[in-house]
């Protein structure tokens, strides 16, 4: 599986090599998945080496397992090098107790390039496959070796078969993402619907452990329950995620300075108390910004501050006396609207929680991040 969106910072693990200048990752994680799946292989090693209790089948176990995330880490380079080969730069490849996630810089720009990159990931898989399969025939199952190419079979197998299943968080759920946005001409609406069939994914996979052996007459498997549970958990969590993103995305396309900013007028830093608040109520403004000697927003009134003013010496308090200065760069352009506001406002807000807005050099509004999270949470 994969992500389009660069992490914040490194994924914490060991970083084991790199690749198109992308580290590759082994997470902590890793070392737990790797633990557990020796011990869950290790019984059917031993019946198949006709009970044998030594090491040997721990090894034998290991090996399965350093197997199969090897193809993990196959999956992950080809969703990385497509990316890379569409525009898009890879940031980094790890492999985690789930498996492994590839992180990209910047977005799909179109429907096709999100479509390839998520599909060669599973194909890759069904390649090894298919290689590993050929080889185990040549070979035979009758020895550890056959009966490692055999199981890599198998595991790539399920791998490429699963994970395209159309439902986010696998890889045939941002196919679908692309479909839909293709079809719709909106990329969150894709987004949602890929989310959605991913949760009924998730329940379908717990449902398959519990509800087929009850019509076959069957008690459950308590494994097959348990491993369902975890796995259709991680689904749920995954297409979750993703229907909440979606929907902030598209939340984000709708935000303008209207939506998350209060309007405001600039007035001189000499001006008083009293002649800003006429300035205000005569342009229908709840904010005034103070601007500089050379006209830049220098801070802002703090409202709270100017209401315990008496009204008798407004005339005579200065506006700077109730003034909660900007730092230089506290602005951005009114004009700006969607995604391009909420990342202009990001940059703005990483030294001042509040900023001004512009139009044509003038100040038309003020904006607190708190504003735009709460409007984009709505």
């Known amino acids: 599986m994969s992500t389009n969106r660069p992490p914040e910072r490194r994924t914490p693990g060991w970083v084991i090599g790199r690749v198109v200048g992308a580290p590759i990752i082994l997470a902590p994680s890793w070392v737990l998945a790797a633990v557990v799946l020796t011990l869950f292989i290790a019984p059917s090693v031993r019946r198949w080496l006709g009970g044998d209790v030594g090491p040997r089948i721990y090894v034998v176990a290991l090996g399965f397992v350093v197997l199969l995330f090897a193809s993990v880490l196959v999956h992950e380079l080809a969703h990385g090098l497509m990316a890379r080969a569409r525009g898009q730069q890879p940031r980094e490849f790890v492999l985690t107790l789930w498996g492994g996630h590839t992180s990209f810089g910047g977005v799909s720009p179109t429907p096709l390039t999100s479509i390839l990159v998520a599909i060669v990931g599973p194909v890759?898989?069904?390649?090894?496959?298919?290689?590993?399969?050929?080889?185990?025939?040549?070979?035979?199952?009758?020895?550890?070796?056959?009966?490692?190419?055999?199981?890599?079979?198998?595991?790539?197998?399920?791998?490429?078969?699963?994970?395209?299943?159309?439902?986010?968080?696998?890889?045939g759920g941002w196919v679908l993402e692309a479909v839909v946005w293709g079809v719709t001409k909106n990329r969150h609406t894709g987004t949602v619907v890929a989310g959605w069939v991913g949760r009924l994914v998730a329940v379908g996979v717990l449902a398959w452990a519990l509800v087929v052996p009850l019509l076959d007459g069957r008690q459950p498997d308590i494994t097959n329950v348990i491993w369902s549970a975890l796995i259709g958990a991680f689904l749920w969590s995954g297409a979750s995620a993703a229907v909440q993103g979606g929907r902030r995305q598209k939340a984000v396309q709708t935000v303008t300075l209207a939506s998350v900013g209060r309007r405001a007028v600039g007035v001189g830093h000499t001006d008083s108390l009293a002649h800003a608040g006429a300035v205000a109520a005569a342009a229908g403004a709840e904010e005034v910004v103070i601007l500089s000697p050379d006209g830049r927003p220098a801070a802002y009134v703090d409202r709270?501050?100017?209401?315990?003013?008496?009204?008798?010496?407004?005339?005579?308090?200065?506006?700077?006396?109730?003034?909660?200065?900007?730092?230089?760069?506290?602005f951005v352009d009114g004009t700006l609207t969607g995604p391009a506001l909420v990342g202009a406002i990001g940059e703005a807000t990483k030294n001042s929680p509040v900023v001004a807005a512009l139009v044509d050099g003038k100040v038309v509004g003020l904006i607190r991040a708190m504003d735009v999270v709460a409007a984009i949470r709505s």
């Open 124 to 171: 890759s898989n069904l390649v090894l496959a298919a290689a590993f399969s050929a080889l185990a025939r040549q070979v035979g199952t009758d020895s550890v070796g056959g009966l490692l190419l055999w199981s890599g079979a198998v595991s790539n197998g399920f791998l490429g078969l699963f994970n395209l299943i159309p439902g986010l968080p696998l890889d």
């Open 304 to 330: 709270a501050a100017a209401a315990s003013v008496p009204a008798d010496v407004a005339g005579t308090t200065p506006v700077t006396a109730v003034a909660i200065p900007l730092p230089v760069g506290a």
